[in-house]
């Protein structure tokens, strides 16, 4: 088979890269604060010096909210995401590409409703104080960012359907050691 047809347009293998980097720097980070203050938290302060950190709980429960909103795109674009595809064998092809890209199309408008109204929390979180419990950060930011993370999520749906109407079939993401 031609490497071409292989690979993913242009459009798609930008994303694959900025999605990639950006998990892996910024997710990368992320994992490394949590070990790192959660051995200075419980060893540390709570073993050792009988004195744990005052809302510790709270910064590594943001930080999971972090973590996931970058694990989602990247997840679809990979193809981590679960799909059941039970039926698909007894389809023909054309009843099950299109089946496909209806199915697309509804999750689309699911995750364009969601990324909206979390937007919209994120907008009201300060005037409802929704805080965390004990530092009483706000959830605004984070509600912004599940926003992006699920608009992003999105537009990787908006572009599976693309791939699937152009030629198809969806070329997922291969990460690196990926062996599917």
Do not use: C
């Amino acid at each position: 088979m031609d490497d071409d047809a292989l690979k993913p347009p242009r459009a798609i293998q930008l994303l694959d890269t900025v999605l990639s980097r950006l998990a892996l720097v910024l997710g990368g980070t992320t994992l490394l604060f949590m070990t790192a203050f959660s051995v200075w938290n419980v060893l540390i302060m709570r073993k050792v010096l009988n004195n744990p950190i005052v809302g510790a709980e709270d910064l590594l429960v943001l930080a999971l909210v972090v973590i996931v909103a970058l694990s989602v795109p990247l997840g679809a674009r990979t193809g981590a995401h679960i799909e059941i595809e039970v039926l698909e064998n007894t389809m023909s092809a054309g009843f099950a590409k299109w089946s496909m890209i209806i199915v697309k199309i509804l999750g689309f408008g699911v995750l364009a409703i969601m990324s909206w109204r979390l937007w919209h929390a994120g907008e009201t979180a300060a005037k409802f104080g929704e805080t965390t419990q004990q530092l009483l950060i706000s959830y605004g930011p984070f509600y912004y960012l599940l926003a992006v993370s699920i608009g992003i999520y999105a537009v990787v749906v908006l572009l599976d359907i693309w791939q699937l109407i152009r030629s198809d079939k969806v070329i997922p993401l291969k990460l690196y050691g990926d062996t599917l």
